[in-house]
T-cell receptor
């Protein structure tokens, strides 16, 4: 299974600012994903990070708010732009495995004041 | 809309008992099925995957899949306090995107 790291592990940010979250995988993977998990709730897929092309966003998520980069097969970033308190959440990246499974990073806990 | 349903619990079982966690899904085209364990404050950890009808065993865990009934379950034998966590059922169709259930909270009591 892939080993995934995320930075930062947590952050407290002011309203109106932006935060970029980094996700690093220890091996090359075709598929990387970004999720949001609100307290006490399940995971919601934000987008699929595609290497060499634009990310594919799920309904309710837009590129202007959540720009994603995927410069190579081991790294991706998610930016949360123009933050509001409603963006306070845990953001998780995952890497796709050989048989459709996904392996998750430790998450980034974001608090917006 | 593809849905994955789980009883939110909490499901309480005594130590040493069998815990039975259930999940139903709406998309008949679903092909891959997973169980993740999530401890409080941690990220989901893959514990079981199953792709064909029947049972799959791995240590104290058994996953069961019935595609005709659109039902997948997880049995945990000899439950331990360390098994106390939220268990997430996840399903995927022909692509790689996972749809997660809301999770079942399991409490194993001494």
């Amino acid at each position: 299974s892939a080993v995934i790291s995320q930075k930062p592990s947590r952050d407290i940010c002011q309203r109106g600012t932006s935060l970029t979250i980094q996700c690093q995988v220890d091996s090359q993977v075709t598929m990387m994903f970004w999720y949001r998990q609100q307290p006490g709730q399940s995971l919601t897929l934000i987008a699929t990070a595609n290497q060499g092309s634009e990310a594919t966003y799920e309904s309710g998520f837009v590129i202007d708010k959540f720009p994603i980069s995927r410069p190579n097969l081991t790294f991706s970033t998610l930016t949360v732009s123009n933050m509001s308190p409603e963006d306070s959440s845990i953001y998780l990246c995952s890497a796709g495995g050989t048989y459709n499974e996904q392996f998750f990073g430790p998450g980034t806990r974001l608090t917006v004041l | 809309q593809k849905e994955v349903e789980q009883n939110s619990g909490p499901l309480s079982v005594p130590e040493g008992a069998i815990a039975s966690l259930n999940c139903t899904y709406s998309d008949r085209g679903s092909q891959s099925f997973f169980w993740y364990r999530q401890y409080s404050g941690k990220s989901p950890e893959l514990i079981m995957s199953i792709y064909s009808n029947g049972d799959k065993e791995d240590g104290r865990f058994t996953a069961q899949l019935n595609k005709a009934s659109q039902y997948v379950s997880l049995l945990i034998r000899d439950s331990q306090p360390s098994d106390s966590a939220t268990y997430l059922c996840a399903v995927t169709g022909g692509g790689n995107k996972l749809t997660f259930g809301t999770g079942t909270q399991l409490k194993v009591e001494l």
